[in-house]
């Protein structure tokens, strides 16, 4: 089981960018990717960016490509989605999540291990 666990949010104004970040422990090995999604009240969970394990691949959903970015450090266990230009849109509780296996890396079904999530207000 892994242990995940979000920060780095906040309130920005439009065009603002902010650094989150996601600490794992535990199994995060067996995790063939990553990854990030955002929930509103209300509404569904949707898959935001995700990471592989192997060769440290990135995928985006459309809406935020180009303006976010996922990378890692291996040796930290820590993940930093930089989120860039961000739009009222955005706003959101942001929620690492660990356990999917491609091609199901933005599906949250697929997900086994889940942060309490940040959130992130842009106004």
């Known amino acids: 089981h892994v242990q995940l666990v979000e920060s780095g949010g906040g309130s920005v104004q439009t065009g603002g960018a902010l650094r989150l970040s996601c600490t794992a422990s535990?199994?995060?090995?067996?995790?063939?990717?990553i990854g990030w999604f955002h929930q509103v009240p209300g509404k569904e969970r949707e898959g935001v960016a995700s990471i592989y394990r192997l060769g440290s691949s990135t995928v985006y959903v459309d809406s935020v490509r180009g303006r976010f970015t996922i990378s890692r450090d291996s040796a930290k266990n820590t993940l930093w989605p930089q989120m860039n230009s961000l739009k009222p849109e955005d706003t959101a509780m942001y929620y690492c999540?660990?356990?999917?296996?491609?091609?199901?890396?933005?599906?949250?079904?697929?997900?086994?291990?889940w942060g309490q999530g940040t959130q992130v207000t842009v106004s």
């Open positions: 535990g199994h995060a090995y067996s995790s063939a990717c």
């Open positions: 999540a660990a356990g999917a296996s491609r091609p199901f890396c933005l599906q949250p079904e697929f997900y086994n291990s």
